[in-house]
C-alpha cells in the first residue's frame, strides 16, 4: 500500500467514530463566528456611528475585503483538512482579497492628496487594531484547529496557518464595524499584519497540534 493510500485510510478510520468531516466544518465554523462575536462585544462593539457608515463606500470595502479574505481561506482550509483534499485547485480564490485591496488602494490614491497618504495610512486606531483582531480571533482559532484535527491533514503547519488565517478574517469582519479608519491605505497595512499574528500563532499550533 503506498503512503497516500495508508493516510486516506487511516483518516477514514478516524472518521467513522466521529462526525463527518463536513458536519465537522459546519459547527466550527459557527462556533467560531459565535465567539468572535462574543469577544468583540464584550470588549469593544460596533463604533456609534456604524449605521451612517454603511453609507460609505470605504466603509463597505473592509466587510468586502475581510469577508472575501475569509471565505477563501475557509475553502483552502478544508482542502487541507483531508489527505485527499485539492488544495491546489482552492489556491486563485486566495488572490481574491489581495486584488480588492490593492485596488482599493489605488483608487484612494488617486482621489486624495499625496499629502494626507501617511496621515490616512497611520490612522488612528492601529495599536488597537493589532491587538484586538488576535484577541477577536484567538478563541476561533482554537475552534477550526480542532475541526482541522478531525479531518487528519497532512500538511501540519500549512493546515494550521491557514486556520490562523480563517480565524483572522473572521476576527477582522467583526472588528472593521468597531474600526473608525476607514482608509484603504490603512486596511492594506494593519489589518494584514493583525491576520498575520494569528495565522503565526495558527502555524506553530499546527505545527504541533495537527501531526499524526
Avoid at 35 to 45: D, E, N, R
Avoid at 170 to 179: D, G, N, P, R, S
Wanted: hydrophobic share 60%; net charge positive; glycine share 8%.
Amino acid at each position: 500500500m503506498e503512503t497516500n493510500e495508508l493516510i486516506k485510510a487511516l483518516a477514514a478510520d478516524t472518521r467513522r467514530s466521529g462526525a463527518p468531516l463536513g458536519q465537522a466544518w459546519v459547527l466550527a465554523l459557527v462556533a467560531a463566528v459565535l465567539l468572535a462575536a462574543c469577544v468583540f462585544f464584550v470588549l469593544l462593539g460596533p463604533r456609534p456611528d456604524a449605521g451612517a457608515a454603511l453609507s460609505t463606500v470605504r466603509f463597505v470595502f473592509k466587510f468586502l475585503f475581510t469577508i472575501a479574505l475569509a471565505v477563501a481561506a475557509l475553502r483552502l482550509a478544508i482542502a487541507l483538512s483531508g489527505p485527499g483534499g485539492n488544495w491546489r485547485a482552492a489556491l486563485p480564490s486566495m488572490l481574491v482579497a489581495p486584488v480588492l485591496l490593492l485596488l482599493s488602494v489605488l483608487l484612494e490614491l488617486a482621489a486624495v492628496p499625496q499629502a494626507s497618504w501617511l496621515v490616512r495610512l497611520v490612522g488612528t486606531n492601529s495599536m488597537v487594531c493589532l491587538t484586538f483582531v488576535p484577541l477577536i480571533g484567538l478563541l476561533p482559532l482554537g475552534v477550526l484547529l480542532l475541526a482541522m484535527r478531525h479531518g487528519a491533514p497532512v500538511h501540519a503547519t500549512a493546515a494550521g496557518a491557514v486556520s490562523g488565517l480563517l480565524a483572522g478574517g473572521i476576527a477582522a469582519t467583526f472588528y472593521a464595524a468597531h474600526c473608525p479608519d476607514d482608509s484603504p491605505l490603512f486596511v492594506a497595512v494593519w489589518y494584514p499584519l493583525a491576520i498575520a499574528i494569528l495565522t503565526g500563532l495558527g502555524a506553530l499550533a499546527g505545527r504541533f497540534s495537527l501531526r499524526w
